[in-house]
Antibody, heavy 121, light 108 residues
Framework: EAQLVESGGGLVQPGGSLRLSCVAS????????MNWVRQAPGKGLEWVSY????????YYADSVKGRFTISRDNDKNTLYLQMNSLRAEDTAVYYC??????????????WGQGAQVTVSS | EIVMTQSPVTLSVSPGERVTLSCRAS??????LAWYQQKPGQAPRLLIY???TRATGIPARFSGSGSGTEFTLTISRLQSEDFAVYYC??????????FGGGTKVEIK
């Protein structure tokens, strides 16, 4: 069964940086696009970023464009999210999610357990 | 950006009841719609894609319908493990991929 495990979350001051990692196992990582989706406390789901199976194309939500960078290392089966210039409104649980992608499908399955990111002074 | 609106926000039901959740898109998404279930403290889980196709391992009591801008998730007979928050997601026009605000199904 496919598995995703995030790490790297924590408490950071406004304006600071943090890098999340997501290690994939039990599936062919380099065959799938990957995504980050976040959930602020008590709120719904917000898509953050997408990266193609070979690191292209890359897309971002407007709310993080220019501050966050998604990347992947297919040799290490690992997805990353570099978060810079963090703001209080970036406080959320960050999930990595494999994407089933075809011309007609863009769905998330499975999801990791999530990494808590708290931006506060 | 396509805005997804779910209703109601909260639904109070008894085990064994039939439940209907609604999701509306701000413009047509054809059948490019998925449903996810999220239990407290857990990651979301894919239930339905293509508006009506159950994901692997999802019980038959879950069904999806609709196309265009109006969609429905039905749970035929609610079981205790079904109390959760349900989200719809469109993948017709992206980026961005967008979710509805969620419907919480709670015990009456």
């Amino acid at each position: 069964e496919a598995q995703l495990v995030e790490s790297g979350g924590g408490l950071v001051q406004p304006g600071g940086s943090l890098r999340l990692s997501c290690v994939a196992s039990e599936f062919t990582f380099n065959a799938y696009p990957m995504n980050w989706v976040r959930q602020a406390p008590g709120k719904g789901l917000e898509w953050v970023s997408y990266i193609g199976s070979s690191s292209s194309p890359i897309y971002y939500a407007d709310s993080v464009k220019g501050r966050f960078t998604i990347s992947r290392d297919n040799d290490k089966n690992t997805l990353y999210l570099q978060m810079n210039s963090l703001r209080a409104e970036d406080t959320a649980v960050y999930y990595c999610a494999r994407m089933y992608s075809s011309s007609r499908l863009k769905i998330f399955d499975p999801w990791g357990q999530g990494a808590q990111v708290t931006v506060s002074s | 950006e396509i805005v997804m609106t779910q209703s109601p926000v909260t639904l109070s039901v008894s085990p064994g009841e039939r439940v209907t959740l609604s999701c509306r898109a701000s413009q047509s998404v054809s059948s490019n719609l998925a449903w996810y279930q999220q239990k407290p403290g857990q990651a979301p889980r894919l239930l339905i894609y293509g508006a009506s196709t159950r994901a692997t391992g999802i019980p038959a009591r879950f069904s999806g319908s609709g196309s265009g801008t109006e969609f429905t998730l039905t749970i035929s007979r609610l079981q205790s493990e079904d109390f959760a928050v349900y989200y719809c997601q469109q993948y017709s026009n992206w980026p961005p991929l967008t979710f509805g605000g969620g419907t919480k199904v709670e015990i009456k």
